[in-house]
């Protein structure tokens, strides 16, 4: 079975903090997509990264860095020097590669930044 | 880069009425459309995948009657949410792919459906 798992329900920083928000997945699959999205009050979704399975480099986008570790099953994100403007809601994905290759959610981290 | 729009952004309607959302890729043609709906501080649920000119498939538990799927073009998907009743009452977000089943998903900006 296809399972994300974000544990952490809500976490609230002062800004300038570092924050990490954790992500572990199930899957029978070898071959799959990871994915991290931002979703602000408003509403939308913001794609943040997409990561292949076979590509276990750490990745970094201005404040942002995601930390793959497969032996973990783990995606975690981390977010350096946190801003008012990152109070969201963070959803961690993993895609099938079976069926018709939907997405599947973890149950999202509510960030918190506070000035 | 790609463009998803959803269409209302929100809408209010009495119980037993329906309600349609339309969901239109604007540059790029999506041969897959998934919909999902999310419930207030909850995560994503999906509810059903569309293939252009195919009948959907819902996912277990979400009833085909009730919410019916439309994907007559390769730009176009809509929800219909028939006799809609105040526990219907949710933000319903579309999401659209190409050809490509390695492509990302790009999500529209959601409908927040009200149920009086």
């Known amino acids: 079975a296809q399972k994300v798992t974000q544990a952490q329900t809500e976490i609230s920083v002062v800004e300038k903090e570092d924050v990490t928000l954790d992500c572990v997945y199930e899957?029978?699959?070898?071959?799959?997509?990871l994915f991290w999205y931002k979703q602000p009050p408003s509403g939308e979704l913001v794609f943040l990264i997409r990561?292949?399975?076979?590509?276990?480099q750490n990745e970094i986008s201005g404040r942002y860095s995601w930390n793959f570790q497969k032996s973990t099953s783990s995606f975690n994100f981390t977010i350096t020097a946190s801003q008012v403007v990152d109070s969201a809601v963070y959803f961690c994905a993993l895609k099938m590669n079976t069926g018709f290759q939907k997405l599947v959610f973890g149950t999202g981290t509510r960030l918190l930044v506070s000035p | 880069g790609a463009v998803v729009s959803q269409h209302p952004s929100w809408v209010i309607c009495k119980s037993g009425t329906s309600v349609k959302i339309e969901c239109r890729s604007l540059d790029f043609q999506a041969t897959t459309m998934f919909w999902y709906r999310q419930f207030p501080k909850q995560s994503l649920m999906l509810m059903a995948t569309s293939n252009e000119g195919s009948k959907a498939t819902y996912e277990q538990g979400v009833e085909k009657d009730k919410f019916l799927i439309n994907h007559a073009s390769l730009t176009l998907s809509t929800l219909t949410v028939t006799s809609a009743h105040p526990e219907d009452s949710s933000f319903y977000i579309c999401?659209?792919?190409?050809?490509?089943?390695?492509?990302?998903?790009?999500f529209g900006n959601g409908t927040r459906l009200t149920v009086t």
């Open positions: 990561r292949n399975s076979f590509d276990e």
């Open positions: 999401s659209a792919r190409d050809w490509d089943i390695n492509s990302p998903l790009h």
């Open positions: 899957t029978r699959d070898t071959t799959y997509y």
